[in-house]
């Protein structure tokens, strides 16, 4: 008995000290004031499409029915209003996975062909249709791509291995699924509302890297640094 109030007083001296460090606040999911409605999915193809690409179709509807509505609430996009439609096409010759577009995703069936399991992809241009920051600066490309992986690997694909960066080549301006790890890693290390307010703030038209410093109270270039260290030490 003596042993277990020991126990549970250390938990919750460990518990105390950790709070102080890092504000309740910033150990908590924002919700969103409401559940954004999922689009209705449209199949279209270009030319006469085989039963496979027709399965796999049906298929990518089912996943964006599903995850609309879950990366929506992840992104805590309360002024987000999902369109009424959302058209996936799948195009004959289409150069790499896929790609949004103003309604929808274009979709190449070369790319499906030779990687039938990749439903990733779809997450990842879901997430864009999502996000449709009209007023981010062009330059904060990196950081919208960045969104995109993260819901992605973090979320969607959870249990893909992750490549390890390389810190002599990496910058977290690269994009994808490097700044998706940074991303992860912020999240964890200082602040679970970190893509939130990333993503308010591209939204707004009112993202610079100075809105990593107010969620972190650290500028991004040190807190990559940081990063980089930490994957040095795993």
Request: charged residues 25%.
């Amino acid at each position: 008995m003596t042993a277990l109030l020991h126990v549970g007083i250390a938990a919750s001296l460990t518990f105390a000290a950790f709070a102080v460090e890092k504000p309740l606040a910033a150990m908590r999911l924002p919700l969103t004031a409401k559940t954004s409605a999922t689009p209705k999915v449209k199949i279209a193809f270009e030319g006469e499409p085989t039963a496979g690409v027709r399965a796999w179709a049906d298929e990518a509807a089912r996943v964006v029915t599903e995850w609309w509505p879950q990366v929506a609430h992840l992104l805590a996009t309360d002024d987000f209003h999902s369109p009424e439609q959302l058209t996936l096409t799948f195009k004959k010759e289409l150069k790499g996975p896929a790609h949004r577009t103003t309604d929808g995703l274009f979709i190449g069936v070369p790319w499906i062909t030779v990687h039938p399991d990749d439903f990733g992809m779809i997450i990842h241009e879901m997430t864009h249709a999502i996000q449709d920051y009209h007023g981010a600066p062009k330059d904060a490309g990196w950081l919208v791509e960045g969104i995109a992986d993260y819901i992605r690997y973090w979320h969607y694909e959870p249990e893909v291995p992750h490549r390890r960066i390389d810190p002599a080549k990496a910058s977290c301006r690269d994009g994808y699924s490097t700044t998706g790890a940074f991303l992860a890693w912020l999240i964890v290390k200082y602040d679970r509302r970190t893509v939130p307010r990333l993503d308010a703030a591209l939204r707004a038209g009112k993202y610079s890297d100075a809105v990593f410093e107010e969620i972190t109270g650290k500028a991004l270039d040190p807190l990559w640094n940081e990063f980089l260290a930490s994957e040095h030490s795993r």
